[in-house]
């Protein structure tokens, strides 16, 4: 029997959904994952990674000057354990600064160590005019020049900003945020019959990292204007936001629940079997990154055919339009989400709920995603051997 080969893992944040979900998809198809992860603090637990694991250090969010200065720390780390990382038979990095030091590592193995680079966020920087966005694209380009595959999770990223503005031709695999493992889930799953409690009220859910400022406010002003009608249930950790003010806001709401973070994908059957209505809305970065994702809660909410609401205009929408899995709403948002949420029948909810249990599981489970990509894994490393 083969010794596994060994993929070097170099990720932002070891208890990143994200990361989980790459790298336990990535060793139950047979790699040895070392990992080298920084850890962010959150204020909350730091349950011990399930991987062979080197720790980074630790960052915080907003606090960009203590990133830089954990990242530069990190090219001594890679430094000290470039013998067991020459081992390696694919690097896999997330994020253009890890994979700086996934070019440092191969740099110091003195092997040409395959490169995957994972870029599932355009943040608004990356498409300004100053200096600063010039050196950001800049650097960017210089790493995926030296790539030999990039990963991204939504079409909308490859086709408005990688090939339009970087450039890219090279080879891209297509990663959706899909569920996993999602087998599992489905072999236990229970059909949604009913409303939660039979539309009165509607309850909505948003879960994920909360850190869409106008998302919170719509879903406030959404709460006072149709106490009787609609219920909220919160779910993850706030980021990018003020904290203090976020749980000021939704305490002043009676039909507002926040639950606190929750565990991935453990806990995803109770979350969506919870709800009536998933919330896909995200203005974090409008105009750029939140008009191209298409984030894990969509394919959370399919799997659990929970119809989804989405903003029209977004490759969020479009996708949830075109997969009959939820409802788009146009902009004046608020009266139009009013006006949906104040007139909703159980007939109607039962529409769009047939509607989402209509699609595929294929469509939001990834197991074959990550069957192709272990294969696309594979390929790189012969590649490299001959």
Not at 54 to 76: C, D, I, K, M, P
Not at 213 to 238: D, H, Q, W
Not at 335 to 361: G, I, M, S, V
Request: aromatic share 12%; charged share 20%; hydrophobic share 40%.
């Amino acid at each position: 029997m083969k010794p596994a080969r060994t993929l070097v893992f170099i990720g932002p944040e070891r208890t990143d959904a994200r990361s989980v979900k790459r790298i336990a998809a990535l060793a139950s198809h047979g790699w040895h994952v070392l990992g080298f992860t920084f850890h962010r603090e959150r204020g909350q637990a730091d349950p011990p990674p399930e991987w062979e694991n080197v720790h980074l250090g630790n960052t915080y969010s907003r606090r960009y000057f203590h990133r830089a200065r954990a990242v530069v720390r990190g090219f001594w780390i890679i430094l000290r354990h470039r013998r067991r990382i020459a081992h390696g038979a694919c690097l896999y990095t997330i994020n253009v600064d890890n994979a700086l030091l996934g070019l440092f590592a191969r740099f110091v193995c003195r092997r040409r160590i395959p490169l995957v680079v994972e870029i599932a966020d355009i943040q608004p920087v990356m498409n300004g005019t100053g200096l600063r966005s010039l050196v950001l694209r800049a650097m960017e380009r210089f790493v995926l020049r030296r790539c030999q595959l990039l990963l991204t999770t939504s079409p909308a990223f490859v086709e408005n900003y990688f090939e339009p503005v970087q450039r890219y031709r090279e080879p891209v695999f297509l990663m959706e945020n899909k569920v996993y493992p999602a087998a599992p889930l489905i072999a236990v799953r229970s059909p949604r019959a009913v409303p939660v409690r039979a539309g009165a009220p509607w309850v909505i859910g948003f879960f994920g990292v909360l850190r869409c400022e106008r998302s919170m406010a719509l879903i406030c002003r959404l709460a006072a204007a149709l106490p009787e009608k609609v219920s909220f249930l919160l779910r993850g950790v706030p980021a990018g936001i003020d904290a203090e003010q976020f749980h000021r806001n939704i305490s002043a709401h009676p039909n507002i629940h926040y639950g606190g973070p929750y565990r991935y994908p453990d806990e995803l059957p109770a979350l969506y079997g919870a709800i009536d209505l998933n919330w896909c809305f995200d203005f974090s970065a409008s105009g750029a990154n939140s008009a191209w994702l298409l984030p894990n809660r969509i394919y959370e909410g399919g799997l659990y055919h929970c119809p989804a609401l989405a903003c029209a205009g977004t490759e969020t929408g479009r996708w949830v339009e075109t997969n009959g899995c939820g409802k788009s709403f146009g902009e004046g948002l608020y009266e139009n989400l009013y006006a949906f949420l104040d007139t909703l029948t159980t007939a109607d909810w039962h529409n769009l709920r047939d509607k989402c249990a209509a699609a595929p599981d294929s469509l939001f489970a990834g197991e074959a995603d990550y069957a192709s990509l272990h294969a696309a894994l594979l390929q790189l490393a012969d590649s490299e051997s001959k």
